[in-house]
């Protein structure tokens, strides 16, 4: 309009960048991934479903791509698919874990859909079901597989790169948004070590450096190297007796 003259200037330059919101990305550890395979619903409909969640949590494939998936995609340990997003053709290694889910596709028809599941609407509510019989607390939703299958790979050492390029993503910005949740792993990780629980009389650390000769002179003779052999309870109790008495003796050198 600008170009033809239309009009003088182009209004969109008077409009500030919309900045988008960080979502929270949800994903599967492990042990939740083995919860599910030991809850396989009983039904044809729901086996297909968790099959097909499952197969997404090892290949990263969308939902659009695993609902559409033929024998003709798997070549060997490779999975070829299109990803309309990025328009462009994908192959993806598959390990053991994917190939068993796939099953027997000897003698298939090529066209032959690998999963039979029912309408999405239907299969959005078996997975959902089967999430609360394997005791999963979190919104189980299809994309949550590819989520899933991202992070994993990130917290077992594959590089950011290598994620982009197996989830499909034109842009490695795109999948920068998952090492934000690895950022919160790690704390977790941390967060979750024993706790070690200090000595509650612990001396004063100046008092230590200004007297370091005379601890050193006072306690630490051969009898406590000694004393140090006797296994871990009685180094500590002796260790802890050492330091009491000799914090009273530096007290009284102090006054």
């Known amino acids: 309009a600008v170009r033809d003259k239309i009009i003088q200037s182009n209004p969109c330059k008077r409009v500030q960048n919309i900045r988008k919101e960080d979502t929270e990305i949800q994903f599967l550890t492990f042990e939740e991934i083995q919860f599910l395979s030991r809850a396989i619903p009983k039904t044809k409909s729901g086996k297909e479903v968790a099959r ?34 990025t328009k462009t053709w994908q192959y993806v290694p598959l390990n053991q874990t994917a190939i068993d889910l796939i099953g027997e596709n000897v003698n298939r028809e090529t066209t032959q859909l690998i999963f039979k599941i029912p309408a999405r609407t239907q299969s959005k509510s078996l997975l959902k079901k089967w999430g609360q019989q394997a005791g999963i607390r979190k919104n189980m939703f299809f994309h949550l597989s590819r989520h899933t299958f991202a992070t994993l790979n990130l917290i077992h050492g ?19 948004i998952y090492a934000k949740v690895i950022d919160s792993v790690k704390r977790q990780a941390v967060n979750n070590l024993p706790r070690l629980e200090l000595w509650k009389d612990t001396m004063d ?24 052999q006797e296994g871990p309870e009685k180094r500590i109790s002796f260790l802890k007796e050492a ?3 000799a914090a009273k ?5 102090e006054e």
């Open 52 to 85: 097909m969640f499952l197969f997404g949590c090892f290949t990263g494939l969308s939902l659009a791509n695993l609902e559409t998936l033929t024998f003709e995609q798997i070549e060997g340990d490779i999975v070829k698919f299109f990803r309309v997003k």
């Open 158 to 176: 594959t590089d950011l790169y290598t994620v982009s390029k197996l989830l499909g993503h034109k842009e490695i910005s795109t999948t920068q």
């Open 205 to 228: 650390l100046g008092l230590i450096q200004k007297h370091e000769a005379f601890i050193k002179e006072r306690w630490l003779p051969i009898s406590v190297e000694l004393k140090l």
């Open 243 to 245: 330091q009491r008495l």
């Open 249 to 253: 003796e530096i007290q009284n050198i």
